[in-house]
């Protein structure tokens, strides 16, 4: 098992971010856009929202973002 420090979890997660809607935004041709507001939201939650708005699916592993609050 491997212990990251918390700000490191944070960067790797804003990194991956960054890639996913750099990608969808390379693949469509009409550009979607959509409102979401979170306060302290957990990663499930933002995820949650995110995939009933954009209509795709994110794998990723809910224990490296345990004690992550999204505010957005």
């Known amino acids: 098992m491997i212990?990251?420090?918390n700000n490191m979890k944070k960067g790797y997660f804003t990194i991956v971010f960054i890639c996913i809607v750099k990608l969808l935004s390379a693949q469509n041709t009409t550009?979607?856009?959509f409102n979401v507001n979170f306060q302290e939201a957990t990663i499930s939650e933002f995820v949650n929202e995110l995939e009933a708005k954009s209509g795709y699916h994110f794998y990723y592993d809910?224990?490296?973002?345990?004690?992550?609050?999204?505010?957005?």
Do not use: G, R
């Open 3 to 5: 212990i990251y420090p």
């Open 31 to 33: 550009e979607k856009t």
């Open 62 to 72: 809910p224990a490296q973002f345990d004690s992550l609050k999204i505010t957005i």
